[in-house]
């Protein structure tokens, strides 16, 4: 009952803030810059065939590699953010609320707003999939919309990046600077890049799932969607079990 | 009742002594101000009361017990200046804290009344002045009727009418909400007009603990003497156990309370021969008392 208060109030906390934006424009950026591939080079994905699958593989593709860990860094700092920024932290700690349900509630908005991101992505590709359809005759994408594959991506990829949500959250309430919230994601997301191409390594660092999960480096290694799910459920209790220990600055 | 109880109070960061040795009695019904120089240890000793820190040393007893996570929920807390959502409304802002607490809508609107915020309520807090922010963050605190208001320097950044305006609204909590407030200022004249108890704090030890007049009796009178001799005086009231600042301007100040004591020195001066043309007893300030507490530290 508490933990539901407490989701609620985190939720309330939304209202006019760019991290609800961001929801809606990163998946859209993404997908506009597939949709404008295609539309300028639609006689060669109309040679190629398999319209929804390509189109679906390099929408997940581009958003899993590109945007998603700057997606996922955006947000956890952003929300963690409007705590720090006013020293919020203070104020909310000194109610009658263990505070391990606050770092839980705003981890549950977190991963709240990256499934969002995911559905829109999904729903988006599909969007944009139909509006080929309608602009470029050449480009038949078929009947039935291959929803089940679409979406299936999306969830994969949603179920990879829950380590890295976990790991981000932590980091950017752990430390208050907005810049080192930030820096930390870009870095951890250039290394993933360096690292994916290291079959011995990459298993071990978690921003390479989104690719390795989606095959992009060999076959796709569901496995890791295990090892995302489990590692991020073990450092969410930590991170609280951490959290309430904490001195508050 | 005693809502805060603290003994010998310990917390130390890295080689930083914070808190050495605090040790505060808090009764119910009071407005207690508790005072020290900046540094001298009362947010940190604020932060442990209020369980956002903890003490490596001494107890602190809560409503009579132990202190529990649960009790804060009698308390309502303004620490170091005001915190609020800028990005929304002085209402929602209130009904963040009124979700977080159990707070209804009703208890809402009587605590805005009480800071005399209604009409701004639907703005957003971002355009709200210093003076505002601080009040919208005092009805926060005042949700759901605390039994104890717990204010570090409430008034830090406030110009003199929102000074006067905090001070009219904290005067006011005991008598009119039955709240017992407890309060950390580091200017002496700023809680004068508002406390009924005090505790300062030093260099993080308690210097004192009880009511202003106890304050003004502890550090005793000033008696000033005019006499003809006043280096024979001061060596034979010296002599006599008498605490003497040495003379200026041919007159002796002496440390002493009462009119009893004044009434000694004369007779004592007399017989011995010199000649008293001046005798006046003064009552310290309270700054006094306040500086040669905290300076001793």
């Known amino acids: 009952m508490t933990f539901l208060r407490v989701l609620l109030t985190e939720i309330h906390k939304l209202r006019r803030t760019l991290a609800v934006w961001v929801v809606f424009a990163a998946p859209f950026v993404i997908v506009l810059l597939q949709f404008l591939m295609f539309h300028q080079r639609a006689e060669y994905f109309a040679t190629k065939g398999v319209l929804w699958p390509t189109l679906a593989n390099n929408c997940a593709g581009m958003w899993g590699v590109l945007m998603l860990p700057l997606f996922i860094t955006l947000e956890t700092s952003l929300l963690a953010g409007l705590e720090h920024a006013e020293k919020h932290w203070r104020h909310l700690l000194s109610l009658a609320i263990d505070p391990a349900w606050f770092y839980l509630a705003k981890l549950v908005v977190v991963l709240g707003m990256v499934a969002a991101a995911q559905a829109v992505v ?3 590709t599909i969007g944009a999939g139909l509006l080929l359809r309608t602009l470029k005759p050449g480009l038949q994408f078929p009947d039935p919309i291959p929803f089940e594959l679409v979406f299936g991506s999306s969830l994969r990829l949603y179920l ?7 790991i981000h959250h932590w980091v950017s309430l752990r430390w208050p600077s907005y810049a080192f919230s930030l820096g930390f994601g870009m870095c951890a997301m250039v290394a993933g890049f360096l690292i994916m191409q290291s079959p011995r390594y990459a298993p071990w660092f978690p ?13 796709p290694r569901i496995e890791l969607l295990y090892v995302s799910a489990a590692g991020a459920a073990v450092l969410a209790l930590a991170g609280a079990l951490e959290f309430r220990r904490r001195d508050v600055a | 009742m005693l809502l805060i109880e603290t003994e010998h109070l310990k917390r130390r960061f890295g080689r930083v002594e914070a808190v050495r040795d605090v040790t505060l009695r808090v009764p119910a019904g009071a407005v207690y101000a508790f005072l020290g120089p900046n540094g001298a240890g009362k947010t940190t000793t604020i932060r442990i009361l209020l369980g956002l820190s903890r003490a490596d040393g001494g107890a602190v007893n809560l409503f009579g017990a132990p202190f529990a996570r649960k009790c804060l929920a009698r308390v309502g807390a303004l620490v170091e200046g005001p915190t609020l959502y800028p990005h929304l409304t002085g209402s929602e802002n209130m009904q963040v804290r009124a979700r977080l607490t159990g707070a209804s809508s009703r208890e809402i609107a009587r605590a805005l009344a009480i800071v005399r915020l209604e009409r701004d309520a639907g703005r957003l807090v971002r355009g709200y002045s210093l003076g505002m922010r601080q009040r919208l963050a005092l009805a926060q605190a005042l949700l759901r009727s605390p039994q104890l208001l717990v204010l570090d320097e409430p008034t830090n950044g406030l110009d003199p009418a929102g000074i006067s305006e905090i001070r009219e609204l904290i005067r006011g909590l005991p008598t009119g909400q039955g709240i017992t ?8 004249n700023e809680v004068e007009q508002v406390a009924t108890h005090l505790g300062i704090v030093a260099a993080g030890r308690s210097r004192f603990e009880g009511t202003f007049d106890d304050l003004r009796a502890r550090r005793g009178e000033t008696i000033t003497i005019g006499v003809d001799r006043p280096a024979e005086a001061e060596r034979l009231l010296r002599d006599n156990g008498f605490t003497v600042h040495p003379a200026v301007d041919r007159r002796l100040s002496v440390i002493a309370a009462g009119r009893e004591a004044a009434a000694r020195l004369n007779a004592l001066l007399v017989a011995a021969g010199f000649s008293v043309h001046h005798l006046s007893l003064e009552r310290p300030s309270l700054e006094q008392a306040f500086f040669e507490l905290t300076e001793a530290a």
Do not use: D, E, K, R
């Not at chain 1, 921003?207 to 076959?219: D, R, S």
């Not at chain 2, 407030?181 to 002496?188: K, R």
């Open chain 1, 122 to 124: 999904a729903s988006l």
């Open chain 1, 160 to 166: 990879s990046a829950l380590l890295i949500v976990a």
């Open chain 1, 207 to 219: 921003w390479t799932y989104p690719v390795l999960n989606l095959g992009m480096q060999g076959a």
């Open chain 2, 181 to 188: 407030v407890f309060l950390s200022s580091h200017l002496l």
